[in-house]
């Protein structure tokens, strides 16, 4: 069931599919955006349907502005972290992610990968200089990743930006690695 508040078409079906974030929050659909932008623009969408100012209107209202705000807020993370953008561009342009894993990424990257994992875990605790080494060498790894993929994407060459964009997954989870141990 669709349903339209204030000019904004929400589908309202239990299950439905989830809606176009580009065009909610009035971006183009790319990997590089304006953060900055997109941080105003959830605001200004957050504030406009809220369900608190629903409170008293019929029963549909108030259950179409709640799902708006559910997917302002899902269309908000998702489009503001880059492993996540990547993720969503790439099915935005039809990318069969499953068959994309199974291909998988090239020996050379997994073996690097395999190899800053070990570096990382390798490091005696206190060992603040090392510990700030392998950070450094990973945020390059990711860096270059992501900026593989940004290129492929403008390119319109999916097959390569969903291999980037595999990598970018890798390398994001060895960053998270990182921050832990360096707590």
């Given at each position: 069931m669709r349903r339209e508040l204030h000019g904004l078409t929400v589908n309202a079906t239990a299950g439905a599919t989830s809606r176009d974030y580009f065009s909610l929050f009035h971006i183009e659909p790319n990997f590089k955006i304006d953060e900055i932008a997109l941080e105003q623009v959830y605001?200004?969408?957050?504030?406009?349907?809220?369900?608190?100012?629903?409170?008293?209107?019929?029963?549909?209202?108030?259950?179409?502005?709640?799902?708006?705000?559910?997917?302002?807020?899902?269309?908000?993370?998702?489009?503001?972290?880059e492993v996540t953008r990547a993720h969503y561009l790439l099915q935005h342009n039809?990318?069969?992610?499953?068959?994309?894993?199974?291909?998988?990424?090239?020996?050379?990257?997994?073996m690097?990968?395999?190899?800053?994992?070990?570096?990382l875990e390798s490091i005696a605790e206190g060992d603040q200089a090392g510990h700030q080494?392998?950070?450094?060498?990973?945020?390059?790894?990711?860096?270059?990743?992501?900026?593989?993929?940004?290129?492929a994407a403008q390119a319109a060459a999916w097959h390569d930006a969903a291999r980037y964009w595999q990598e970018m997954c890798y390398l994001a989870k060895l960053v998270d690695a990182t921050d832990a141990r360096g707590r």
């Open positions: 605001h200004s969408l957050l504030s406009q349907f809220h369900p608190d100012r629903y409170a008293g209107k019929p029963q549909v209202e108030q259950r179409v502005a709640a799902q708006l705000c559910a997917d302002i807020n899902a269309g908000y993370r998702t489009l503001l972290g039809g990318v069969d992610l499953k068959a994309a894993e199974r291909e998988g990424v090239g020996a050379d990257f997994l690097t990968q395999i190899i800053l994992r070990e570096r080494a392998v950070a450094c060498e990973i945020d390059e790894h990711y860096s270059l990743s992501r900026d593989r993929f940004a290129e």
